[in-house]
């Protein structure tokens, strides 16, 4: 595997459920990201790990929990989410301090019923 | 608070043709990065140009290649001999500060016709 790859692909859940996503990444950085794209809106940005601690967290509600065990690897755990939650979430990687560029996962297209 | 915005959101260009996509932010920083991301249909953003505040030359890559106008704060995409995969969402980003944070715009849909 290359790159930053996130899985599941596609989730479909209820209101009730607990699920998480999963973010790899295989470049050697040491900074990671969760973001939310829904349609016709910038892409949001939701947390931020550097040096795997969490150094950004732009007023996500608590039902999106991340966690960041090691420098290659992001999870968002989700628990009883709301239908405006259902969106495209995407992983993102770089080499912090550098102001170099983010390299993106493909995305885990979430749908809350 | 930096903004990014793109004032098309749609544009189409004819296969070999030529288009330019526009971009303007708004900061207060004299130090930052810019960059155009493209997103195709299968969704994986990638990276297709970047240019740094400070260097006054225009970055190019290949097809691909900017208008950086940095006391108007603008950041106009070039994509020159367009091709059917250049399709795509592209999205403005800024960033500044060590956290790499990036501030993005809302994109522009490019339809590339035969």
């Known amino acids: 595997e290359t790159g930053v790859t996130q899985t599941p692909r596609h989730l479909v859940m209820g209101m009730t459920n607990k699920k998480s996503l999963k973010c790899e990444q295989h470049?050697?950085?040491?900074?990671m990201y969760w973001y939310k794209q829904s349609a016709k809106k910038p892409l949001e940005l939701m947390f931020v790990?550097?040096?795997?601690?969490?150094?950004e967290n732009n007023s996500v509600p608590s039902r999106f929990s991340p966690e960041c065990p090691n420098s290659s690897h992001l999870f968002l755990h989700l628990h009883t989410l709301q239908p405006e939650d259902s969106a495209l979430y995407l992983c993102?990687?770089?080499?912090?301090?550098?102001?170099?560029?983010?390299?993106f996962g493909p995305g885990t297209r979430l749908t809350v019923t | 608070a930096q903004t990014v915005t793109q004032s098309q959101p749609e544009m189409s260009v004819q296969e070999a043709e030529t288009v330019t996509l526009s971009c303007t932010y708004d900061?207060?920083?004299?130090?930052?990065?810019l960059f155009w991301y493209k997103q195709p249909p299968s969704r994986q953003m990638i990276l297709v140009i970047r240019?740094?505040?400070?260097?006054?030359q225009n970055a190019t890559e290949n097809r691909f290649s900017v208008n950086f106008q940095k006391a108007a704060k603008s950041f106009s995409l070039k994509i020159s001999d367009s091709q059917l995969g250049d399709a795509a969402m592209y999205f403005c980003?800024?960033?500044?500060?060590?956290?790499?944070?990036?501030?993005f715009g809302t994109g522009t849909r490019l339809q590339v016709t035969l």
């Open positions: 900061t207060s920083e004299s130090d930052y990065y």
């Open positions: 993102a990687s770089s080499q912090q301090a550098l102001n170099y560029e983010q390299y």
């Open positions: 790990y550097s040096l795997e601690e969490r150094v």
């Open positions: 240019q740094e505040a400070y260097k006054q």
């Open positions: 470049l050697g950085h040491n900074a």
């Open positions: 980003a800024y960033n500044t500060g060590t956290a790499s944070k990036l501030t």
